[in-house]
């Protein structure tokens, strides 16, 4: 389990017991915030393949029925298709960036679009959905969308990437992603960073730096916006196999399998506390 030293603490630095209990002996509440794809679930090159490997679900459910936590997925998908994913029902789901969020009760939140852009949003569709061949595809998900070209031949994929972006650039949207695909949403302020600080606004109030202790995992450019957010209020972890990365996040580390790991790391700490808090309470009755 090791991580690399390019600026970034070592995954074998962190100890789960030493930042966390001590967040709990002050009653703070656990706050984990995760992405889905390249972080708790491998990428695949079609997206309905991916999925969790069945102890990083088992252990999430367990760390989600723990008191005092807190537990959100925020990722580019849409909220539909990560809650069918997941299928865990006390989590809130942040999809499409955080443009959609639905809550465990069935309450949803969406970022409102203008027409302009609704339209601009069209326009984009249409004018790629002549790249969408020799396995390219689009993903269409409401709010954002997705060209793939992870199945199209090597020597096509650099046109490709070229032509998707400068048609969303026209209309004046913004073009990201990596993994060889082309994402792109309504150009309008808002990101998986204002995402995660709204969750916690509303959830814990405008102080909530006094009450939580924050920890989020992700893999992607997009993940990054959360790390600048929460800067100097939360332990972070950037997913990726290049050593030279430079990243906000606090530890860089390799692999979704290290995410399992930092999990079940997480889940022992709590099962600690729990059981250190059951003895004390034990005794003094």
């Excluded at 389990?1 to 789960?16: A, E, H, P, V």
């Excluded at 069945?54 to 990722?75: G, H, W």
């Excluded at 069918?84 to 443009?99: D, L, P, Q, R, T």
């Excluded at 990243?247 to 399998?257: E, G, H, N, V």
Aim: proline residues 4%.
């Amino acid at each position: 389990m090791n991580g690399y030293s390019n600026g970034n603490k070592l995954l074998t630095d962190f100890d789960s017991n030493q930042i966390l209990w001590h967040e709990k002996e002050n009653g703070k509440t656990l706050v984990l915030l995760l992405d889905y794809d390249g972080t708790l679930a491998v990428i695949q090159p079609n997206p309905d393949n991916t999925r969790m490997v069945p102890d990083t679900k088992q252990t999430l459910e367990e760390i989600c029925k723990k008191k005092n936590v807190f537990v959100s997925i925020i990722t580019g998908r849409c909220v539909k298709d990560i809650k069918e994913k997941v299928g865990i029902e006390s989590i809130i789901y942040a999809g499409n960036h955080g443009f959609e969020i639905m809550y465990p009760n069935g309450e949803t939140h969406n970022q409102e679009i203008s027409a302009e852009h609704a339209e601009s949003y069209k326009n984009i569709l249409a004018e790629l959905e002549p790249l969408a061949k020799n396995g390219a595809w689009i993903e269409d998900k409401i709010f954002s969308m997705t060209f793939h070209y992870e199945e199209v031949p090597e020597e096509l994929q650099a046109d490709l990437d070229k032509n998707a972006r400068e048609i969303i650039k026209k209309y004046g949207f913004k073009p990201t992603g990596g993994h060889l695909i082309v994402e792109t949403r309504p150009p309008i302020n808002w990101h998986k960073g204002f995402a995660a600080k709204y969750l916690l606004e509303r959830h814990f109030g405008q102080d909530w730096r006094e009450k939580v202790n924050v920890v989020f995992m992700g893999d992607d450019s997009s993940d990054e916006d959360i790390m600048k957010a929460l800067n100097g209020h939360a332990v972070t972890f950037r997913v990726s196999k290049n050593p030279d990365l430079v990243t906000d996040a606090t530890y860089l580390i390799k692999s979704p399998s290290e995410v399992n790991q930092i999990l079940h790391k997480i889940k022992e700490c709590l099962d600690s506390y729990d059981k250190n808090n059951n003895e004390n309470e034990n005794q003094s009755e």
